[in-house]
């Protein structure tokens, strides 16, 4: 049976590749270069368009744990993410552009993967499919979604952070150290006074927007507020918020900043920073006139202003079962973002889950999820129980079937060691490289 994926993204790549590393031909559609969507710039798969972080490294933390479990199970997405990182304190920070080329190169020379470069609208007639376009779905194949699933889409939109040219920023006027860690140069801090955070606030919360007119009305995630967004809650929220000062001190003052501006390199070397937690739907006059405000960035050249795009996710509960199949349709699996996970390494985790179901499915066994204990399993978990109220989720350690905050280290040793038993189970039962008898060698 042909087996199509449709999204070259890290859901749909991770899904193409789970499902060729068990023995099966797979179809993977990317659209791009023909047609572009409004974030993306480049042909290349698994294009990261929004931030080129992944989260917490540290098992501590629920990001860190699920990219463990991914690395565990296995995962091309999480693999590749360290090949190529960079330096990014307690983060999984990476070079978006090696990270997306060496995907690609990866991808393409797969035998048992075929890329097709082609915009699909409708969903194919016959085989398998997994519907993994993410947040920003082509308008054709987002009305044929809404056919499917009896209802309409939630749309809302992800704000993008700026990109600064590195060598313009005034080096006198920041200093490096990640939060509690002063001899980091992992991020580029800049500080302000509190006369100039209070010059920079009122700046930025009368500033002119781009407006969104049908779109006004959208909801925005809780984890990715516009900054303006943000301080319009009030006036201390952003020192809080993405400018808090907690745990860092100016080593060109010795006194701690009353507020501070964290920039991440975006590349090796960096030549291009990112204003850390900066997205926005200022206009792009207003962008350059508020953030030059900030001491160290008023020479600043913006490489890419902050801008809002579409997101779009179906409310997975009713219509997604256990095993991410469309409701009342055998052969239509959905994966990533699309079905209502946030964040990079969740909507990966969902292509995963996607790839291993459908191999379940050709193979005559019953997909059993990961256990509800386990970061990926409470994740599926999440999406598919009834909530009339469901909104995008990253994952979190309140997912997680019986979480202690008590007993952390305990919950994380668990979830470990229960994602390792049910790869051990998966393994068993599809096999890395073999399929009914077939054995197969990847070069």
């Known amino acids: 049976m042909d087996i199509r994926v449709i999204g070259g993204g890290l859901a749909g790549v991770e899904a193409a590749y789970q499902i060729a590393q068990r023995g099966r031909k797979v179809t993977l559609y990317e659209m791009r270069p023909h047609t572009f969507t409004p974030a993306h710039r480049t042909p290349f798969l698994s294009e990261l368009v929004c931030s080129n972080s992944l989260k917490s490294k540290e098992l501590s933390n629920a990001h860190g744990v699920l990219k463990e479990e991914m690395r565990l199970l296995g995962s091309i997405i999480v693999k590749t993410a360290e090949e190529t990182a960079i330096p990014g304190g307690k983060a999984l920070v990476v070079d978006r552009q090696r990270f997306s080329r060496i995907i690609t190169d990866k991808i393409e020379a797969h035998p048992l993967i075929q890329i097709s470069r ?29 056919v499917l699933t009896g209802s309409s889409n939630f749309y809302f939109f992800d704000a993008i952070s700026p990109i600064i040219d590195g060598e313009t920023i005034d080096r006198g006027k920041a200093f490096f150290g990640a939060r509690y860690q002063d001899e ?44 303006e967004i943000m301080a319009e809650r009030g006036r201390q929220t952003l020192l809080y918020g993405p400018m808090k000062p907690v745990g860092l001190m100016d080593s060109t003052t010795g006194a701690k900043p009353y507020a501070v501006i964290q920039l991440r390199r975006e590349d090796t070397f960096g030549t291009m920073y990112n204003m850390v937690g900066f997205q926005t739907k200022l206009t792009y006059t207003e962008q350059e006139r508020i953030f030059k405000l900030i001491p160290a960035l008023r020479n600043a050249v913006f490489l890419r202003y902050g801008s809002i795009h579409r997101n ?132």
């Open 184 to 227: 980091s140069d992992d991020y580029l801090n800049c500080p302000l006074t509190r006369d100039e955070y209070e010059r920079f606030y009122e700046a930025l919360i009368t500033a002119e927007r781009v407006q969104l007119r049908e779109f006004e009305k959208t909801p925005y995630f809780e984890g990715c507020l516009p900054i």
């Open 312 to 443: 779009t996710y179906i409310n997975s509960p009713a219509v997604l079962t256990r095993d991410l199949r469309l409701s009342g349709n055998e052969r239509v699996f959905l994966a990533g973002q699309i079905t209502g996970v946030e964040g990079y390494i969740e909507s990966t985790a969902m292509g995963l889950l996607a790839g291993v179901s459908v191999c379940a499915s050709l193979e005559g066994h019953t997909f059993a999820p990961p256990p509800e204990d386990t970061c990926i399993g409470a994740l599926l978990n999440y999406i598919t129980t009834e909530n009339k109220h469901f909104q995008p989720m990253n994952v979190n350690f309140g997912l997680l079937k019986g979480y202690n905050k008590k007993h952390k280290d305990i919950v994380v040793k668990n979830a470990l060691s229960t994602i390792s038993a049910w790869k051990d189970n998966v393994d068993s039962a599809l096999p890395i490289g073999v399929t009914g008898g077939l054995v197969w060698i990847q070069k």
């Open 118 to 146: 082609e915009e699909v609208t409708q969903i194919p007639p016959d085989g398998i499919v997994i519907i993994a376009t993410g947040p920003l779905t082509s308008d054709g194949l987002a009305d044929t979604l809404r």
